[in-house]
């Protein structure tokens, strides 16, 4: 088979990267359009942070106390699922999915309803079935009903729960951590000369609406932890107006290590005013 020459190639081949590189003026008309069609579409294009996904799924539940299931499967599942099968709109039964769905317990009975994923108004055909149901609840043995049918599955109810509380002023703070100050001093002058020493005492203050007993029992976890743990040693417990203070010796690398790991804690800096600090539960 001969080779063919450069020139031969160029002469007779013919293919899409030749056409544009030889008919510029075709290729940008066409990007443009490709860029003017792809911002036509993304404009129109629904967007929304929680998308509307349309509910196909219902179940019906109806109670009958004293019933067996066999009593509650042919008297009470039975006339909900042909009630429910009436509506045009449940989706056809497949080996792989359901139309209606049925679970038979005694004293009790649920049924599930599917709608046809090519349904859109979804609301009208479960009000129907609705409508149906409560048509039924009249036609139920004596006892049975009535019968309460869910198809509000898409529907998320969230509550916002915000807990906030005005800054205090710094002659409060100061107050406060004058009084927190007194006792800590009055305690460690009570103790013996030979108490162990060096010394930390742990503080959480607290607004003086707030019972000390809240607090203490979290507190009084702690110490156990920390003296279990080697943390402390000699440690007391004591409490005030507005705050609750552990105080005892602090071994130096184990009793840091344990505030570490079972304390959320901050060095006060010249912009912040109290120590944060975060008991286990």
């Not at 107050?175 to 000369?193: C, G, N, Q, Y």
């Not at 607290?206 to 029992?217: G, I, N, T």
Request: net charge positive.
């Amino acid at each position: 088979m001969a080779h063919k020459s450069d020139s031969e190639i160029i002469q007779h081949t013919h293919n899409t990267a030749r056409f544009f590189v030889e008919h510029r003026q075709v290729a940008l008309v066409l990007l443009l359009g490709t860029f003017l069609w792809g911002w036509f579409g993304y404009s129109k294009m629904p967007k929304r942070k929680d998308p509307v996904i349309p509910v196909r799924v219902a179940v019906a539940s109806c109670k009958w106390p004293g019933a067996s299931a066999e009593d509650i499967e042919q008297l009470v599942t039975r006339p909900i699922e042909q009630a429910m099968a009436q509506n045009q709109a449940v989706k056809p039964p497949s080996g792989s999915d359901y139309g209606v769905r049925s679970l038979s317990f005694p004293n009790f009975a649920l049924v599930f309803v599917q709608l046809d994923e090519n349904v859109k108004d979804t609301r009208k055909e479960l009000n129907d079935i609705n409508l149906r149901l409560n048509e039924l609840s009249n036609q139920l043995p004596k006892g049975a009903g009535p019968i309460q049918f869910n198809s509000n599955f898409g529907d998320t109810a969230a509550l916002m729960l915000t807990v906030a509380s005005p800054m205090v002023s710094d002659v409060e703070v100061a107050l406060r951590a004058r009084t927190v100050k007194k006792s800590i001093e009055h305690l460690r002058d009570t103790l013996p000369k030979n108490a162990p020493q060096p010394r930390i005492s742990i503080v959480v203050s607290f607004p003086q609406s707030v019972a000390a007993d809240e607090v203490k029992a979290s507190f009084q976890l702690v110490e156990r932890l920390g003296i279990q743990q080697g943390a402390f040693q000699d440690s007391h417990l004591f409490e005030g107006p507005g705050f609750i203070c552990l105080d005892g010796r602090c071994l130096r690398w184990t009793g840091v290590a344990f505030l570490r790991k079972k304390c959320i804690w901050t060095t006060p800096s010249n912009d912040s005013r109290s120590t944060e600090y975060s008991p286990p539960i």
